[in-house]
């Protein structure tokens, strides 16, 4: 078996999350453990949520944000999949907490579904009927951290 330094390990799980996204995960995974950055965590976070693995999506953009709490791609993911769990309230802390960081429209618009959404469970005391789905392509471009 060939080890791979960790930047052939990077450039490789970045080749396979479109063609092999399964085996991206794994070398993301890999690299949280031997080389934990914010970048790792968040293309890991991505990986993960792409593959419906919202847990470990969850569990990822955390670690990052341990790193840099300031991260907005980490507080929008996580924004998203609180959303997608129809936590209203825990996704406008994160989205909220984003965009007092970065200003954009994506993040007010997922700030205003997040505001929408929660104020109909409190209105109607039910579950949300519609509710926001965000694509595998839309959370690469809101959630993937620089690298």
């Known amino acids: 078996m ?21 085996q991206a995960l794994a070398a993301w995974r890999e690299l949280g453990t031997s080389s934990p950055t914010l970048c790792v965590f968040g293309r890991l976070a991505s990986c993960a949520a792409d593959l419906g693995l919202t ?12 790193i840099d709490d300031r991260s907005v791609g980490a507080l929008v993911g996580l924004g998203i999949l609180a959303i997608g769990r129809r936590e209203c309230e ?7 907490r984003a965009c007092a960081l970065e200003e954009d429209s994506a ?3 997922l700030l205003g579904v997040a505001l929408r959404d929660g104020e109909r469970i409190w209105r ?3 579950p949300i009927g519609a509710r926001f789905v965000s694509t595998p392509s839309m959370r690469r ?4 951290l620089p690298c």
């Open 107 to 109: 993040w007010l618009s």
């Open 124 to 126: 109607r005391r039910r």
């Open 90 to 96: 825990t996704a406008e802390d994160y989205l909220t």
């Open 141 to 144: 471009r809101t959630t993937t």
């Open 2 to 22: 060939v080890l791979m330094s960790l930047r052939e390990l990077f450039h490789e799980a970045s080749r396979l999350e479109q063609s092999q996204p399964e």
């Open 55 to 66: 847990d470990e999506a969850e569990q990822a953009y955390k670690k990052a944000l341990q």
